[in-house]
Nanobody, 121 residues
Framework: QVQLVESGGGLVQAGGSLRLSCAAS?????MGWFRQAPGGEREFVAT????????LYADSVKGRFTISRDSAKNTVYLQMNSLKPEDTAVYYC?????????????????WGQGTQVTVSS
């Protein structure tokens, strides 16, 4: 059974940084990060391919967030810099079988429990 365990969320002031981690059990997957604000839909943030050589980002985070992975640890990271209050959300790690990157929740087969990120103004 695949398990995804996120960590690294918290409270930070605007302009600050946080790094989220997601440790995956089992085999290697295409990985993604999504977020969901209160009353909002789950939205795509970033994704990375199995080799770590290809990434995609939502326009809203491009240039501020960086997704990366450590294959030896089967862990994916989301480095978030220059955080804004509108980045406040629950952040979810997701895993997708196959090789193609995915930018919608329906592309992903496994989900973590989520970690809260709150950015104060």
């Amino acid at each position: 059974q695949v398990q995804l365990v996120e960590s690294g969320g918290g409270l930070v002031q605007a302009g600050g940084s946080l790094r989220l981690s997601c440790a995956a059990s089992g085999r290697t997957f295409v990985m993604g990060w999504f977020r969901q604000a209160p009353g909002g839909e789950r939205e795509f943030v970033a994704t990375i391919n199995i080799l770590g050589t290809g990434t995609l980002y939502a326009d809203s985070v491009k240039g501020r967030f960086t997704i990366s992975r450590d294959s030896a640890k089967n862990t994916v990271y989301l480095q978030m810099n220059s955080l804004k209050p509108e980045d406040t959300a629950v952040y979810y790690c997701a895993a997708r079988s196959g090789w193609e990157l995915g930018v919608t929740p329906k592309h992903y087969h496994y989900w973590g429990q989520g970690t809260q990120v709150t950015v104060s103004s």
